[in-house]
Nanobody, 120 residues
Framework: QVQLVESGGGLVQAGESLRLSCAAS????????MGWYRQGLGKQRDMVAM???????NYAASVKGRFTVSRDNAKNTVYLQMNSLMPEDTAVYYC??????????????WGQGTQVTVSS
């Protein structure tokens, strides 16, 4: 069974940095696009950053220049380096992956989420 598990969230002050990790486990042939989304309290879940299997990236306008997404294909892991954090970045951050499993059909899997809180 495929699982995605995030780590690295926490409470920081404005201007500080955090690095999130998301590791996929299970019987996986490969993972295509991987990404990060976030959902603030009472808000919809929005895309933050995406990265293709070959390293192409896409960012939300609100985080461009501050956040960097990367991945390690050998470890089935995606990272989100978040710099110059602002209170408006406070949210639950979710990773996802377009997974090709060994014994089932290709689908998008989601992690359970990790809380990021930025105080002013």
């Amino acid at each position: 069974q495929v699982q995605l598990v995030e780590s690295g969230g926490g409470l920081v002050q404005a201007g500080e940095s955090l690095r999130l990790s998301c590791a996929a486990s299970g019987s996986i042939i490969r993972i295509e696009d991987m990404g990060w989304y976030r959902q603030g309290l009472g808000k919809q879940r929005d895309m933050v950053a995406m990265i293709t299997s070959s390293g192409g990236t896409n960012y939300a306008a609100s985080v461009k220049g501050r956040f960097t997404v990367s991945r390690d294909n050998a470890k089935n892991t995606v990272y989100l380096q978040m710099n110059s954090l602002m209170p408006e970045d406070t949210a639950v951050y979710y990773c996802n992956g377009d997974v090709v499993p060994r014994f089932s059909l290709r689908k998008t899997y989601w992690g359970q989420g990790t809380q990021v809180t930025v105080s002013s």
